[in-house]
């Protein structure tokens, strides 16, 4: 099974721009899709983008399409979520996944492998 941990959440000002990781071990990264998630305090996890295994499809909540873009160097084994014009309401615990059956980016299910999560902030 893959191990996955994210690194670069942080406070940012609305407005601003972050941009978190998650670095593969054990695996190489190329046999997964990839997600990010995300979770609020007092709120359920919520799907955040997707990327393919090749990087050749990628997919958006509605809530963060046009804002942040997921990418995914797979010779780094590792996967982006660069965030732009932040907002308060994207505060969260930032989360990424692997899914080792390929399939749609569309779905937003049957992630098997889960990090640890980083927290973002983003003050008013």
């Known amino acids: 099974q893959v191990q996955l941990v994210e690194s670069g959440g942080g406070l940012v000002q609305a407005g601003g721009s972050l941009r978190v990781s998650c670095a593969a071990s054990?695996?190489?990264?190329?046999?997964?899709?990839m997600g990010w998630f995300r979770q609020a305090p007092g709120k359920e996890r919520e799907f955040v983008a997707a990327i393919s295994w090749s990087g050749g499809s990628t997919y958006y909540a509605d809530s963060v399409k046009g804002r942040f873009t997921i990418s995914r160097d797979n010779a780094k084994n590792t996967v982006y979520l660069q965030m732009n014009s932040l907002k308060p309401e994207d505060t969260a615990v930032y989360s990424c996944a692997a899914r080792s059956v390929h399939l749609s980016v569309v779905v937003t299910i049957r992630y098997d492998s889960w990090g640890q999560g980083t927290q973002v902030t983003v003050s008013s």
């Open positions: 054990g695996r190489a990264l190329s046999n997964y899709d």
